[in-house]
């Protein structure tokens, strides 16, 4: 169901149509929280459940952290690949990505998101000339019943050429910088983790399965009036092969302890990436690797921005738990499916916790 146009409260917050404002005019939760809102606009209200209780969120102990300076001892792999299985979230120190593009890229995300909305909203679904560059709110606001508090730039990436025709001038060069810096790590991380599922060598075919296509998105969580009713994002896992997340230091990413109803919080720690398993990768590797829940709250004091990469398979591959980890004698759980129409399942409904990966399931 499409939110409605108008609202019927009677709040004096909403005299005026939010979803054209925030949605179709490009000015995104960004522009309600600069309007200095007293309260959340109803549109943005999420059922109870789905709203972050506080309650469930434990303490005693968060996703491990890994120092990934000397990959070659044996002991680091293996925390890598069993963080993998029992969190599906870790963050990594000592990456390799230098401080300095870490820091362009999150500058370069205030600067998108500071120009004024009709320059990001060129960059919008009905305006960007390319598939491949989306700024926009919330998740998917035609499909959603209550919009999150969140707006971003998705990236696709194609090549330097492309990026030069159609990313957005802002942020460019700092976008590419990351992803550039971050290719070596990624290589090394899922050296480690496909190691374990006797994979021998990545050849040029495994590695283009398991990371042939990226997207880089940037996320800006305004501050927000009365954030415990709303999310910054909905429960859901990342459709990714892995994601590496850069955070800033205002936190507010929860991740569900496996198998219960807990959340953590991921700390944020200067100069960490955050990696995490995404569906892809729980497929192919026959449910060993945990693509877990996720979600982020709104902020009432500070503004929050991060940074995703999503390293994917490319949108022509067909993805199902590789004939290495069958070949062990393993049943497979997952059938074989194109990429492209996994994402579009994900992309054509609202966040659903772990709902999309039982369209891969036999
Ligand atoms: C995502 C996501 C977490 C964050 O973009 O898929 O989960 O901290 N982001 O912004
Ligand atoms: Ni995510």
Avoid at 7 to 14: E, F, I, M, V
Avoid at 122 to 151: I, M, Y
Avoid at 168 to 193: H, N, R, T, V
Avoid at 270 to 296: F, P, T, W
Wanted: glycine share 6%; with cysteine.
């Amino acid at each position: 169901m499409a939110p409605a146009m108008t609202t019927t409260s009677s709040s004096s917050d909403d005299t005026f149509d939010i979803i054209n404002y925030a949605v179709h005019q490009g000015h995104g939760v960004k522009g309600l929280s600069e309007l200095g809102l007293k309260s959340l606009p109803n549109q943005y209200v999420q059922p109870i459940d789905e709203r972050i209780d506080m309650t469930t969120v434990i303490d005693e102990h968060s996703i491990p952290v890994i120092d990934m300076s000397d990959l070659s001892d044996q002991k680091v792999a293996d925390s890598i690949c069993d963080a993998s299985e029992r969190w599906g979230f870790f963050q990594v120190v000592n990456h390799g990505v230098p401080l300095k593009v870490l820091d362009e890229v999150k500058e370069s995300t205030y600067r998108f998101f500071s120009q004024a909305a009709e320059e990001k909203n060129k960059h919008s679904k009905d305006n960007s000339p390319t598939n491949n560059v989306r700024f926009g709110t919330s998740f998917t606001p035609h499909a959603e019943k209550a919009l999150e508090w969140k707006d971003f730039l998705s990236l696709f990436y194609v090549s330097q050429e492309e990026a030069d025709a159609y990313w957005p001038q802002a942020c460019k060069d700092e976008a590419l910088e990351f992803l550039k810096s971050s290719e070596i790590m990624i290589k090394k991380l899922l050296g480690a983790l496909t190691q374990r599922l006797n994979v021998k060598e990545i050849d040029e075919e495994k590695e283009n399965l398991l990371m042939g296509s990226k997207r880089i998105n940037m996320n800006y969580y305004p501050k927000c009036p009365n954030p415990e009713l709303t999310i910054g994002v909905g429960r859901h896992s990342d459709v990714s092969t892995l994601t590496i997340l850069l955070q800033d230091q205002v936190g507010g990413l929860y991740v569900r302890k496996l198998e219960t109803d807990s959340w953590i919080h991921v700390p944020p720690i200067e100069g960490a990436i955050v990696i995490n398993i995404g569906d892809a990768l729980q497929i192919m590797s026959n449910g060993r690797y945990k693509s877990v829940e996720h979600r982020v709250a709104a902020n009432g004091n500070h503004n929050r921005i991060s940074v995703p990469i999503f390293v994917n398979p490319r949108p022509n591959d067909v993805i199902g738990p590789l004939r290495e980890v069958i070949e062990g004698g393993e049943t497979p759980i997952y059938k074989q499916v194109l990429y492209s129409d996994y994402v579009k399942h994900f992309f054509r409904k609202a966040h659903d916790g772990k709902g999309t990966v039982d369209f891969a399931k036999i």
